[in-house]
């Protein structure tokens, strides 16, 4: 007999690898945005670029603790 993976199993590896992909872009584009404002509004104590890629950061952790637990529940 031969071992095949479960198409569960092999799904929730995708799963698992596509989350750093994710967190990668959302960071990515919050990071951007921020550039992106602090270039054509700037402003003296504001640095958006800052704010914007912890709230990138938090949306992203996030995100990963939702699929995670999506992920636990289908098992």
Known sequence: M????N???ASKWL???????QMG???????YLGDWLDENHPH????YNK??????VALALYNVIRQVNEINKKQ
Do not use: R, T
Request: cysteine-free.
């Open 2 to 5: 031969e071992n095949k993976p």
């Open 7 to 9: 198409k569960k199993q």
């Open 15 to 21: 799963a698992l690898i596509n989350i750093p992909i």
């Open 25 to 31: 872009a959302i960071i990515f584009l919050f990071s």
């Open 44 to 47: 003296p104590k504001v640095y």
């Open 51 to 56: 704010i914007l890629v912890m709230v990138g």
